[in-house]
Every structure is written in structure tokens, then in C-alpha cells.
């Protein structure tokens, strides 16, 4: 039983998330802004993040301060969304995720702030690699900081 459970449920996760094509390097106008008046639950939080290379679409929406404070202590197994800024704000580049689903995917996403350090230039990254790499070393060309804060988010078609 446990089994057809578990089948079940990475079925509709599966079935309910995509990848946007590879030869599609942005998403439709209508996507690239939330749209005036549009609700935070659907696609007018949706967004373009890199994953490995690749352009794909999220929507994300933010826990509340308590839930995130709560999911921090209690659930160590979080994706990571690298952001420029924070994620209520325009970005300067693209957000960068670390999973994606068949890919140690989660739902529940903590953001990392990604700060260049004096002396190198920002731009952009294109996979969780890059972002510990450029994070890592004797030099390390960026910092990256815990914000603490916790959005549910799910990939979507583009």
C-alpha cells in the first residue's frame, strides 16, 4: 500500500510540472511581470530561474514568518533558491534553483541572497554549481546569505 502511495504521489508531481523548452531563452511577455492585480497563488508569481543551464519557469509564494521559522528548525531537507535580491523585488539577473522534480525535488524552498564581494563584477549564474563555486575558495567571489525565509514553489510549463 505504502508502495502504490508513493507512486502516486511522484506521479502527480511529475504529470504536474514541466520544463520549459530549451529553445525558448524567455517567457512570454505576459510571464515576465506579475501581472497588475494578479493573484500571489498563480501564474502572476510565476518567474524565470536557471536550473543546470537550463531556463525554467516557477511560481513561487512566500510562508509566513512563523511556518518558515518552524520548517527551518524542524525540516533539513529544503531546496535553495539563490536570489540576487530578495525575491519580493525585481532581480537584477535570474534566480538560480538547486532542484528540480526527479531531481531531489522539494516544494519548500529557503532563499540565499546572493552578495558579490568588493572587486568582482555581478553577473549572472546559471546552476547551484557555479553559485557554490563562485561562494567557496580563498577568494571567494560572492557571499551568499540565509535570509530565513521559506516559498513554496512549484516548476510549471513556460
Not at 40 to 60: I, Q
Request: charged letters at 20%; glycine letters at 6%.
Amino acid at each position: 500500500m505504502k508502495t502504490i502511495t508513493a507512486l502516486l504521489v511522484a506521479a502527480l508531481v511529475i504529470s504536474s510540472c514541466s520544463k520549459t523548452s530549451l529553445t525558448q531563452p524567455e517567457l512570454q511577455p505576459e510571464l515576465q511581470t506579475k501581472a497588475s492585480g494578479g493573484s500571489e497563488n498563480g501564474r502572476a508569481s510565476a518567474r524565470p530561474v536557471y536550473y543546470d543551464g537550463k531556463l525554467v519557469t516557477v511560481n513561487m509564494v512566500e510562508l509566513s514568518d512563523d511556518a518558515a521559522a518552524s520548517l527551518i528548525a524542524s525540516n533539513a531537507s529544503t531546496n535553495v533558491i539563490y536570489a540576487y535580491n530578495d525575491l519580493d523585488e525585481p532581480q537584477d539577473f535570474n534566480s538560480v534553483i538547486d532542484a528540480i522534480p526527479t531531481d531531489g525535488f522539494n516544494p519548500l524552498w529557503l532563499q540565499k541572497l546572493i552578495v558579490f564581494n568588493p572587486g568582482f563584477t555581478p553577473h549572472q549564474f546559471f546552476s547551484d554549481e557555479e553559485v557554490l563555486a563562485a561562494a567557496s575558495g580563498s577568494n571567494p567571489e560572492i557571499k551568499l546569505e540565509n535570509t530565513g525565509e521559506i516559498y513554496r514553489c512549484a516548476v510549471i510549463g513556460g
